[in-house]
T-cell receptor
Framework: GAVVSQHPSWVICKSGTSVKIECRSL??????MFWYRQFPKQSLMLMATSNEGSKATYEQGVEKDKFLINHASLTLSTLTVTSAHPEDSSFYIC?????????FGPGTRLTVT | AQSVTQLDSQVPVFEEAPVELRCNYSSSVSVYLFWYVQYPNQGLQLLLK??????LVKGINGFEAEFNKSQTSFHLRKPSVHISDTAEYFC???????????????FGQGTILTVHP
């Protein structure tokens, strides 16, 4: 199957700083990518839909000014957690693909101290 | 809108025993159905999917699932499990009408399968 990478795989940052997470489709073009958040021992919750060349679409309850998404090319979407707080600590996973199958990145574990 | 319910949060089984992980969904539109597996601190790997056609779907690692439209279920089964099957399993659904539902998945709560020797 197709491959999606994420960088970094693990990041620790101090409260109040910003962190950028990259999601790349390595062998396919993705006009649409999705960002999910997973709390420990919980399911994946869709945060937003990242659209190449246009604004992201955020799910209800997700602060778009806090979770900035940029999809500047057909192979790269970035999620920036701004002014991070400890409650933002989570596992962030992106996906890309098509209507019949989504390919998931390995995830990024964010810890805010 | 769709929702997915995985009826068991944890399923312990012994090695070589059969297992069934249950999944029910609700949706106002026709759906595609998926089962994913997640190993600790990793992303999700697709086990199998139902798009259309035969209701019995075979996937990787010996898993299979049956789509039952009348019961709105998509249970995952394996006739004989291995220690290496220990992981968390997620059932997911997406609307198949395209448009804003394109590729967007709604996940169940997950089922942790633990295979004991």
């Amino acid at each position: 199957g197709a491959v999606v990478s994420q960088h970094p795989s693990w990041v620790i940052c101090k409260s109040g700083t910003s962190v950028k997470i990259e999601c790349r489709s390595l062998d396919f073009q993705a006009t649409t990518m999705f960002w999910y958040r997973q709390f420990p021992k919980q399911s994946l919750m869709l945060m937003a839909t990242s659209n190449e060349g246009s604004k992201a679409t955020y799910e209800q309850g997700v602060e778009k000014d806090k979770f900035l998404i940029n999809h500047a090319s057909l192979t790269l979407s970035t999620l920036t957690v701004t002014s991070a707080h400890p409650e933002d600590s989570s596992f962030y996973i992106c996906s890309g693909g098509g209507h019949y199958e989504q390919y998931f990145g390995p995830g990024t574990r964010l810890t805010v101290t | 809108a769709q929702s997915v319910t995985q009826l068991d949060s944890q399923v312990p089984v012994f090695e070589e025993a059969p297992v069934e992980l249950r999944c029910n969904y609700s949706s106002s539109v026709s759906v595609y159905l998926f089962w994913y597996v997640q190993y600790p601190n990793q992303g999700l790997q697709l086990l199998l999917k139902y798009l259309s056609g035969s209701t019995l779907v075979k996937g990787i690692n010996g898993f299979e699932a049956e789509f039952n439209k009348s019961q709105t279920s998509f249970h995952l089964r394996k006739p004989s499990v291995h220690i290496s099957d220990t992981a968390e399993y997620f059932c997911a659904v997406s609307g198949n009408a395209g448009g804003t539902s394109y590729g967007k998945l709604t996940f169940g709560q997950g089922t942790i399968l633990t295979v004991h020797p």
